[in-house]
């Protein structure tokens, strides 16, 4: 199960932080993973986070702006959003991907086993 955290209200270039706590897993062979998803518009990867924290892809609108981050021993992910754009605007939901010993990213919407129920993201001009 997981639970999101964080969102709101943004001024354009300014910050926020949403999170993501999993419960009922005591392993951490699994990769997060932010999506997004804006009015009339399909789900997208935003970026994911493998198993060890060592990669950390991003989707080409969010990369130098957005840093995706997890704590193990908490089992919860974080996705911090800087310099905020009004295109960033949109539903974020976190996912969980069962990986194992892979230590890789997903970025389709599929291999994502697991969804929270989203947080919505407003950014005004």
């Known amino acids: 199960q997981l639970q999101a955290f964080g969102g709101g209200l943004a001024q354009a270039g300014g910050s926020l932080r949403v999170s993501c706590a999993v419960s009922?897993?005591?392993?951490?062979?699994?990769?997060w993973g932010w999506f997004r998803q804006a009015a009339g518009m399909e789900r997208e990867f935003v970026a994911g986070?493998?198993?060890?924290?060592?990669?950390?892809p991003y989707a080409d609108s969010v990369k130098g702006r957005f840093t995706i981050f997890r704590d193990n021993r908490n089992n919860t992910g974080y996705l911090q959003m800087n310099s905020l754009k009004p295109e960033d605007t949109a539903i974020y939901f976190c996912?969980?991907?069962?990986?194992?010993?892979?230590?890789?990213?997903?970025?389709?919407?599929?291999?994502?086993?697991?969804w929270g129920r989203g947080t919505l993201v407003t950014v005004s001009s």
């Open positions: 009922g897993r005591t392993d951490s062979d699994y990769g």
């Open positions: 986070i493998s198993r060890s924290g060592r990669r950390t």
């Open positions: 996912a969980v991907a069962n990986t194992g010993s892979w230590d890789g990213v997903s970025r389709r919407l599929d291999d994502y086993r697991y």
